[in-house]
C-alpha cells in the first residue's frame, strides 16, 4: 500500500514540473505588447546614434561607430562616405572643429573634408576616430554632427526617410563652475557713506579662474522691499536709496552682470542717492548667489548710510507763496451781517454802516494784500510770483524758449526754476515724448518705506525709467524716477524729490479762471507743459485712505484730487522739487 502511494506522489509531482516549465516556455515566447522582446529586429542598412562623450583634461582619441546590419550576403563590401560638421542650432553650443592640432582652444581635431568608411564582407561595425582636446575650464557642453551620406552596398536608415543621416555628437563639460568673490576695493567687508556724498565707490567682483563661457553674477541685496514697519526706514532699498552699475549701466530688476569668457574680474559702481529726505541711517548687505555658470564664496558687503540730519520724513522748511489772485470776487453785503446792534440808526446810517462793512471785506480779501497785489511791480513772475530760470548747471539764464510755429513749443533751454519767494527749486519738462523728463512721461506713485508712504506703497509699473530720447517712454514709477533725476544731478544738484502737497501748491496760480485754456502755473518759466496728465503727484498719502495720494490738477483751474496709487488708469505726471539749499542754510 504504502508503494502506491508513493508512486501516486511521484507522477503528481512529475505532472506538476511540467506545467510549470510549460508555463515557464509560454511567457517565454510572447510577443504581446505587456512584454516586448528585447531583441529588437532592426531592418538591413547603415546606423549612426547620437553620443556622449566626456571632455576630460588631457588631449584623446574617442570613437564611435556606425553600424551595418546585413540583409543575407555577408560576402559583399559596403561603403559609405561621412563628414564632421559644426553646429547650426543657436540653441546650442558649437564644439570648436580644426583640422590641425596646433590651433589653441581646439575641441576637436580631425582631417577635414569628405571621409569613407568601408565595410569588408562579414564586416557589421566600422569606427570614426577623432582627437579630442580636453582642458580644465568649465565650459558649456558643445556639440557637433556626423553626417552619413552616398552609401553604396546597403541603405542609411534614416527616421522618416531620406538618403543622410546625422547624429549629434555631445561633449559633456566636466569641469567645475569658477568660484566668484566680492570686496570693496581694498579688501574691506564693511562700508559707512554719506547719503549726500554721492561720488561712486567700487566693488570687486573676481573669479578664482578664468572661465569658458560668460560668467552670471547675481547679487542680492537684503530686503530689496520694506514689507512691514518694524524695518521701515532702517533698511535701504535697491534702485531707490542706492544703485549698482556695471560698465556705467545700471543693473536692473535682477541685479546681474556677466564677466565675458576669459576674464576673471569686473567692478561695480554703488553709489547713493542722496534723495532730499532727512531720514534715519539705513544698512544694507550684498550678497552673491549661484548661477547656472557661477559658485559663489560666502562673502557679503555690509553697507551703512549716514545721513547729516535724521529726522524721520521730514523736509526743509520754506515760506509760503501768495495765490496769484489779482482781481476780488463781488460781495453782497446786508444789515443782518453786522454784528451790532443797528435799531437806533436811521436808513442812511444803516446803508452807511452796510457800505462800511462791505469794503472792509473787500480790502481784506486776498487780491487786496500779498505779493499777488504787487504784481505790476515784479518783473519775474505773474501775480507776484518770483522765479528764476537755471541751466543746466543751475546758474541763472535769460534763454527764450523755441517754437517751430507760434505754437509748437519744440525746446525749453532751461532746466530748472528756483522760486525766489520760497527758495524751492522746480523741475521743468521737455517738450518731447521720449526722454526721461518727457512732458508726456505718466507715473506710478511708488514709495516702499512705511515711514513716509502711509501705509501702502503703490505700484513699482516699468522697472527702468528709459532715458534714451529715441525710445518708447514706459510707465516707471516716482521712486525711480527721482533716483534717476538725482543720480544725473539735474541743474547740478542732488536732493530731487516727490514735492508735498504743500509745496506743490505754492506754484499753483489760483487766479486763472476755471474756463481758461491756460495752465494754472506761470507758462513763462514752466512753458507749456501740462506734464502729459492733467494731474500731477504728490508724496502726500490721503489721510482718510491711504491707498490714495494727493494730486494736484493745473488745467482749468486748479484743483486737488486723491488717485488711487496702484490703479494704472488713473496715469499722473511729476513735478520734482529740490529744497537741498535751505537745508544747507
Keep these: ?4 502511494a508513493e508512486r501516486i506522489t511521484v507522477r503528481e509531482n512529475v505532472l506538476i514540473y511540467l506545467l510549470i516549465s510549460f508555463i515557464l516556455m509560454w511567457l517565454g515566447g510572447c510577443s504581446c505588447s505587456e512584454r516586448p522582446s528585447e531583441n529588437v529586429n532592426l531592418s538591413p542598412g547603415l546606423r549612426i546614434a547620437d553620443i556622449q562623450i566626456d571632455e576630460g583634461d588631457e588631449t584623446k582619441e574617442v570613437t564611435f561607430s556606425v553600424s551595418l546590419k546585413r540583409d543575407g550576403d555577408n560576402s559583399t563590401t559596403v561603403t559609405v ?3 564632421i560638421l559644426p553646429n547650426s542650432n543657436d540653441t546650442l553650443q558649437s564644439a570648436k572643429l580644426v583640422t590641425s592640432d596646433d590651433e589653441s582652444g581646439a575641441d576637436i581635431v580631425f582631417s577635414g573634408g569628405v571621409e569613407t568608411l568601408i565595410f569588408e564582407p562579414f564586416e557589421e561595425s566600422v569606427a570614426i576616430k577623432l582627437m579630442l582636446a580636453g582642458d580644465t575650464i568649465f565650459e558649456h557642453d558643445e556639440v557637433f554632427f556626423v553626417k552619413l551620406f552616398n552609401a553604396s552596398g546597403a541603405n542609411i536608415i534614416v527616421d522618416g526617410g531620406g538618403d543622410e543621416a546625422f547624429a549629434q555628437v555631445t561633449i559633456v563639460n566636466d569641469d567645475p563652475k569658477p568660484k566668484a568673490s566680492i570686496e570693496i576695493d581694498g579688501g574691506l567687508g564693511s562700508l559707512e557713506l554719506n547719503e549726500q556724498d554721492t561720488s561712486e565707490k567700487l566693488l570687486s567682483v573676481s573669479l578664482n579662474t578664468i572661465s569658458g563661457v560668460d560668467s552670471q553674477i547675481i547679487l542680492r541685496p537684503s530686503n530689496e522691499l520694506l514689507e512691514t514697519s518694524l524695518t521701515a526706514g532702517t533698511i535701504a532699498a535697491y534702485r531707490i ?20 569668457a576669459g576674464e576673471t574680474e569686473a567692478q561695480i559702481a554703488l553709489s547713493v542717492v542722496d534723495d532730499g529726505i532727512q531720514e534715519q541711517s539705513e544698512t544694507f548687505e550684498i550678497r552673491l548667489v549661484p548661477s547656472d555658470s557661477v559658485d559663489v564664496a560666502d562673502d557679503k558687503i555690509n553697507v551703512s548710510i549716514i545721513d547729516n540730519e535724521p529726522a524721520v520724513g521730514s523736509v526743509a522748511f520754506s515760506k509760503l507763496n501768495d495765490t496769484g489772485v489779482v482781481e476780488g470776487v463781488g460781495i453782497i453785503a446786508k444789515s443782518s451781517d453786522l454784528n451790532f446792534d443797528t ?9 452807511n454802516a452796510v457800505d462800511d462793512f462791505q469794503h472792509t471785506l473787500i480790502l481784506q480779501m486776498d ?9 505790476n511791480d515784479v518783473s519775474n513772475g505773474f501775480a507776484g510770483f518770483d522765479f528764476t530760470k537755471l541751466d543746466s548747471n543751475g546758474l541763472p539764464t535769460t534763454a527764450v524758449p523755441q517754437y517751430d510755429t507760434e505754437t509748437r513749443l519744440t525746446q525749453v533751454p532751461w532746466d530748472c526754476v528756483k522760486d525766489n519767494v520760497t527758495g524751492l527749486i ?3 519738462k521737455i517738450p518731447s515724448n521720449r526722454g526721461l523728463r518727457s512732458a508726456t512721461r505718466h507715473f506710478h506713485w511708488y514709495d516702499p518705506n ?12 516699468d522697472y527702468q525709467c528709459n532715458d534714451d530720447i529715441n525710445s518708447e517712454i514706459k510707465i516707471c514709477n516716482t521712486a525711480y524716477y527721482v533716483a534717476d533725476i538725482n543720480t544725473k544731478k539735474l541743474c547740478g544738484m542732488t536732493g530731487w524729490r516727490l514735492p508735498t502737497i504743500e509745496e506743490l501748491r505754492s506754484i499753483a496760480n489760483y487766479g486763472v479762471e476755471n474756463d481758461s485754456n491756460l495752465p494754472a502755473y506761470d507758462t513763462n518759466y514752466f512753458p507749456g507743459d501740462l506734464i502729459g496728465s492733467s494731474f500731477i503727484w504728490t508724496s502726500t498719502t490721503d489721510s482718510t485712505n491711504p491707498e490714495k495720494a494727493l494730486t494736484i490738477r493745473f488745467g482749468l483751474g486748479v484743483s ?10 488713473a496715469n499722473s505726471g511729476i513735478r520734482l522739487v529740490n529744497s537741498s539749499q535751505l537745508i544747507s542754510q
Design 367 to 375: 487780491a487786496n494784500f500779498g505779493r499777488d497785489k504787487l504784481s
Design 241 to 260: 536709496d542706492y544703485l549698482l552699475s556695471n560698465n556705467s549701466k545700471l543693473l536692473s530688476s535682477n541685479i546681474s552682470f556677466f564677466i565675458p
Design 426 to 428: 522746480w523741475e521743468v
Design 343 to 351: 435799531s437806533s440808526l436811521n436808513q442812511s446810517q444803516l446803508q
Design 81 to 83: 562616405d561621412y563628414e
Design 450 to 461: 512705511f515711514s513716509t508712504n502711509g501705509g501702502e506703497p503703490g505700484e513699482v509699473g
Design 1 to 4: 500500500m504504502s508503494s502506491v
Design 560 to 569: 486737488e484730487e486723491p488717485r488711487n496709487k496702484k490703479d494704472q488708469t
